[in-house]
T-cell receptor, first 111, second 114 residues
Framework: GNSVTQMEGPVTLSEEAFLTINCTYT??????LFWYVQYPGEGLQLLLK?????DKGSNKGFEATYRKETTSFHLEKGSVQVSDSAVYFC??????????FGAGTRLTVKP | EAGVAQSPRYKIIEKRQSVAFWCNPI?????LYWYQQILGQGPKLLIQ????????DSQLPKDRFSAERLKGVDSTLKIQPAKLEDSAVYLC????????????FGSGTQLSVL
């Protein structure tokens, strides 16, 4: 079945550091790929998405590119801020939009 | 616009008791999801409805879990009897119908089974 594997955390960075959180997927067909974020004390919310190969999703300075050849959707940000501290979840869905999530990566950004 | 509503916010029960969770999705969202999120893990899809029909319940432990969505709006998830390993946050989400529609999540119900 469809599944997502993301890098284990926690990840701790200093403010303005470069961020990469790795995500790879296993799926039949052509899934859509997503990054969701959960800020402290808040619910899960969509950060960005990509619906086909080579698409780049972007939002709030975060980017991820749908790489079919490596079955990956790595999340990147050039300069993180303290306010980016959260748990990040990679996810995929198929034509029925049944969203499957990875285990999550906790990011802590220190001033 | 009102978000996804869930109740109760917290529930503490003893093992072998039963418990029910309620969810009201965003108006107009035909697709409704129940997820189980164990501490430190990602949300696990339990069941997905489109209107009042089941799209996917392959990961629902049907010997103890049941869910219904009468009239294609509100939904109830029940556990009977509960086990210690059912302690988790139960999340409800809804979305429009479509292949890549984003999910809107409720605040969740935190269940502790003692």
């Amino acid at each position: 079945g469809n599944s997502v594997t993301q890098m284990e955390g926690p990840v701790t960075l200093s403010e303005e550091a470069f961020l990469t959180i790795n995500c790879t997927y296993t799926a039949t067909g052509y899934p859509s790929l997503f990054w969701y974020v959960q800020y402290p004390g808040e619910g899960l919310q969509l950060l960005l998405k990509a619906t086909k190969a080579d698409d780049k999703g972007s939002n709030k300075g975060f980017e991820a590119t749908y790489r079919k050849e490596t079955t990956s959707f790595h999340l990147e940000k050039g300069s993180v801020q303290v306010s980016d501290s959260a748990v990040y979840f990679c996810a995929l869905s198929d034509r029925h939009n049944d969203m499957r999530f990875g285990a999550g990566t906790r990011l802590t950004v220190k001033p | 616009e009102a978000g996804v509503a869930q109740s109760p916010r917290y529930k503490i029960i003893e093992k072998r008791q039963s418990v029910a969770f309620w969810c009201n999705p965003i108006s107009g969202h035909a697709t409704l999801y129940w997820y189980q999120q164990i501490l430190g893990q990602g949300p696990k899809l339990l069941i997905q409805f489109q209107n009042n029909g089941v799209v996917d319940d392959s990961q629902l432990p049907k010997d103890r879990f049941s869910a219904e969505r009468l009239k294609g709006v509100d939904s109830t998830l029940k556990i009977q009897p509960a086990k210690l390993e059912d302690s988790a946050v139960y999340l409800c989400a809804s979305s429009l119908v479509g292949r890549s529609e984003k999910l809107f999540f409720g605040s969740g119900t935190q269940l502790s089974v003692l």
